[in-house]
Nanobody, 124 residues
Framework: QVQLVESGGGLVQAGGSLRLSCAAS????????LGWFREAPGKERVIVAG????????YYSDSVKGRFTVSRDNAKNTVYLQMSSLKPEDTAVYYC?????????????????WGQGAQVTVSS
């Protein structure tokens, strides 16, 4: 089983960019599909992006499509979320999650391992 540690959150002005990283321990990273979720205050946790085990199939929510890019480096056991053209409504705690499956899922209940979360704050 993998463990996930996120980094790269912070405060950025609207229109700016940030890159989140999620490093995984363990030798089975390539067996997992990965997802990025976010949880804003008072709202439920929702999918933002996902990437398949092989790194070739992607999912993006409509709210981030064209602005965010998910990628993974299986040699480094790391998944990334590049966020551009950030908006105040992107402010949330961002979580990476791993699912022992070929493809990512949009449902948080389908992920068995979660990172600790990274705060992203976008000021207007």
């Amino acid at each position: 089983q993998v463990q996930l540690v996120e980094s790269g959150g912070g405060l950025v002005q609207a229109g700016g960019s940030l890159r989140l990283s999620c490093a995984a321990s363990g030798r089975t990273f390539m067996n997992y599909a990965l997802g990025w979720f976010r949880e804003a205050p008072g709202k439920e946790r929702v999918i933002v992006a996902g990437v398949s085990r092989g790194g070739t199939v992607f999912y993006y929510s409509d709210s981030v499509k064209g602005r965010f890019t998910v990628s993974r480096d299986n040699a480094k056991n790391t998944v990334y979320l590049q966020m551009s053209s950030l908006k105040p409504e992107d402010t949330a705690v961002y979580y990476c999650a791993a699912r022992l499956s070929q493809y990512a899922s949009t449902r948080s209940a389908n992920y068995g391992t979660w990172g600790q979360g990274a705060q992203v704050t976008v000021s207007s």
